[in-house]
């Protein structure tokens, strides 16, 4: 699946939070979208989720406009896990990887074994097939943020995308989550608050500041420590990862 946003302006209450921005997400690539915080990557992202329409440019998916598809549609295309996955009532976690088939259903029609099948093997996916049966309020963070992902995951979609998915995780859960979404296979496209994070997992880095798109391309050429510092206010040392081998940026303050 190829995502393209070209030229898309999105607003909020008359004021233009995202300006012109344009990105491309080409099939099978890992895409972070970073920036200092209120540089507009939610804002963004809810362009993709179709929870805001952009007041300018498209949004597409192979060359689809996502604005003009049905949302059943549109659902079956990219699947949406956001930073605030809490659920009111009481769900198991099964329960709730079942509702990411909701997008292949008729209005009454019932689950069945295919789509049981679909949710036992999204949680095992996930590592959380032992969990199937607790509550999802439960849970902790990062088992919560699996169980969101396979909901995701069972929609069968394309495209993945996420706002900030390590958000609120503790280490552990943070790397084990990237390294998850990263053996994927799918398109992704992911709002990431942590550089080092950005340059080991991403093929390629769009780079927000006040709204608009101020750089992009492979994150070892755009992420550089003139770059770094001049956009996110930190120093930053580049370089190979000493354990894992990936790249990697440590950051510390100007002063």
Known sequence: ???????????????????????????????????????????????????????AGAV?????????????????????????????????????????????????ERENAADRAIVAESLERVAMGGAADRLFSTLSGGERQRVLLARALAQRAPLLVLDEPTNHLDVRARLGLLDLIRSLGLTVLAALHDLDHAAAYCDHVVVLERGAVRAAGPPLEVLTPEFVAEVFGVRAHIGAHPITGRPHIAVASLG
Not at 64 to 85: I, K, N, S
């Open 60 to 108: 597409t998916l192979d060359g689809d406009d996502l604005w003009r598809m049905r949302a059943r549609d549109a659902a079956r295309r990219r699947a949406v896990v956001t930073q605030h996955g809490d659920l009111s009532g009481e769900f198991s976690a099964a329960e709730v990887v079942a509702m990411g088939r909701a997008p292949h259903k008729g209005v009454l």
């Open 1 to 55: 699946m190829r995502l393209v946003l070209a030229g898309v302006t999105a607003e909020i209450e008359g004021t233009a939070i995202v300006s012109d921005a344009d990105l491309v997400a080409e099939p099978g690539a890992f895409v972070g979208l970073i920036g200092p915080n209120g540089s507009g990557k939610s804002t963004l992202l809810r362009t993709v989720y179709r929870s805001l329409r952009p007041s």
